[in-house]
């Protein structure tokens, strides 16, 4: 099932995620984590968090190698990712998010991670993560700590994206407004 993706400036993205359990392993989690990859692939995205779609809970879904094209889906639903090292500064160019509509901006991002994480199945698993995944990891995981990306711009650049997405939403408000009024 798709699922709503919360979108900039709804204040549950701001929640900080709780960890997940053991015990919370559920039917119902493993659904929710196959709802969000369904979702990410629809957007389309590389990842999403749990946090994303309204849920204050430690879990991401990530798949960096699908393409459109390509019909092969291995999503990494992953509970609980911790960055357990970091190494070097870089520039992750033209980032975007799917709760930040319309909007794209270089972000100053750890070269190189260290994730550390538990799969459905409990197994702990890590990833020694470069380039556009570590990017991705950090990302996501900003997520589950009530982070956006634009939190980590200048202030000048996230101000005139906070004033024109405000804007937009005037406008949307106003035309649905609008909208409701001609009919009698």
Sequence with gaps: MRLEVLQFPDPRLRLRAEPVSK???????????????ET????????LAATQVGVAKRLIVMDLDWREEDAERRP????????VRREGRTTS???GCLSVPDFKSDVERDARVIVRARTLDWDEVEFDASELEAF???????HLDGMLFIDRISK????????????QLRREQEEREAAGHTGG
């Design 93 to 95: 160019e033209m980032e």
């Design 40 to 47: 990410m692939y629809d957007e389309p995205g590389i990842g």
């Design 136 to 142: 991705c990891f950090q990302h996501e995981i900003d």
């Design 76 to 83: 990494r639903m992953l509970l609980n990712p911790e960055i």
């Design 156 to 167: 000048l650049k996230r101000d005139l994206y906070v004033r024109r997405r405000k804007k």
């Design 23 to 37: 015990d919370e392993v559920t039917p119902e989690l493993r659904q929710l984590a196959a709802d969000m990859a």
